[in-house]
């Protein structure tokens, strides 16, 4: 009877500290520090509920381990005048029970919510409204716009002179645009090594392999300008891989589209640039001329 009355008693000020604690988070807190917005993407909430929820229950657990945890130091700690080992047990069925199913339960848990989310993120879209093909190269981006049959070439970040701090000139770095509320198809490729296409607001990345085609699905929902980068290191100037998303308007992405047709850039960039021409199934050079 004792030890439930201390139980209960530990519990309530455990609980009180949690309802002020939650009750006090920013909006930063309440979606787990992740670099976005809520309805950034039709994917964003879905990923920062996972996340959240994940580490309530893990909160959860932590509380519970070092509650029991103080409670056994405390409760069995040597009295004064007692001297020698406690009595010692071999084991205690039902608590290994409880240790060994808990955790199965757990693990069982996120496994199941994590693909069903996987699930819904990594949806074909049978009908996108827009088709964009990205080509990661060593160090900078090539954009196809596939069904307006124009691209927007990327080089690699410049470093800024007039800043001594070494960012990059913004002016330079490739831009990704889309339209806003519109279902995107993206095609992924590689002309060289491993790169990983990363839109941080996004909270979605995705490898682009050597002879790999890869695609991602996704609706942008709010109008902004977001940061994107190459996830995997793929060389010396991997930190200059940078580039931007723009969501913008169906219109401002009209005009953006009839701009690149006046640069003269109709057309698409294709894997004839590759620089990996020896691939399993690819010819070589002196092949070819044989």
């Known amino acids: 009877m004792r030890s439930n009355r201390r139980l209960r008693w530990a519990a309530i000020p455990i609980a009180a500290l949690l309802s002020v604690v939650l009750a006090g988070c920013t909006q930063e807190q309440l979606q787990g520090w992740l670099p976005t917005e809520p309805g950034t993407t039709n994917n964003v909430d879905r990923v920062i509920g996972l996340w959240v929820t994940s580490w309530i229950v893990l909160l959860v657990v932590g509380v519970i381990t070092w509650g029991l945890t103080i409670w056994a130091i405390v409760v069995y700690r040597r009295r004064k005048g007692q001297t020698g080992l406690p009595v010692q047990l071999r084991y205690n069925m039902p608590i290994e029970i409880f240790y060994t199913i808990v955790p199965l339960i757990l693990v069982l848990g996120f496994f199941a919510f994590t693909a069903r989310d996987q699930s819904e993120i990594e949806a074909k879209y049978d009908s996108p409204d827009v088709k964009i093909q990205v080509f990661g190269k060593q160090w900078a981006w090539d954009f196809n716009y596939v069904d307006e049959n124009v691209y927007s070439p990327g080089i690699q970040g410049q ?68 940061s994107g980068k190459c996830a995997e290191l793929c060389g010396e100037y991997h930190s200059m891989m940078l580039f931007n998303v723009k969501v913008v308007s169906q219109q401002e992405y009209d005009d953006y589209i009839q701009s690149l047709k006046d640069a003269g850039q109709e057309g698409q ?11 399993p199934g690819i010819g070589t050079p002196a092949h070819e001329e044989e």
């Open 159 to 226: 470093d800024n002179p007039d800043d001594a701090n070494g960012s990059l000139v913004e002016s330079e770095i490739p831009v990704l645009y889309l339209p806003v509320g519109k279902k995107v198809e993206i095609e992924l490729q590689s002309r060289d090594v491993i790169h990983s296409f990363w839109v941080i607001d996004f909270l979605y990345k995705k490898d682009m392999l050597p002879g790999k085609t890869n695609y991602m699905y996704v609706t942008p929902e709010r109008e902004g300008t977001f």
């Open 269 to 279: 960039l294709g894997p004839e640039y590759n620089r990996n021409q020896n691939l």
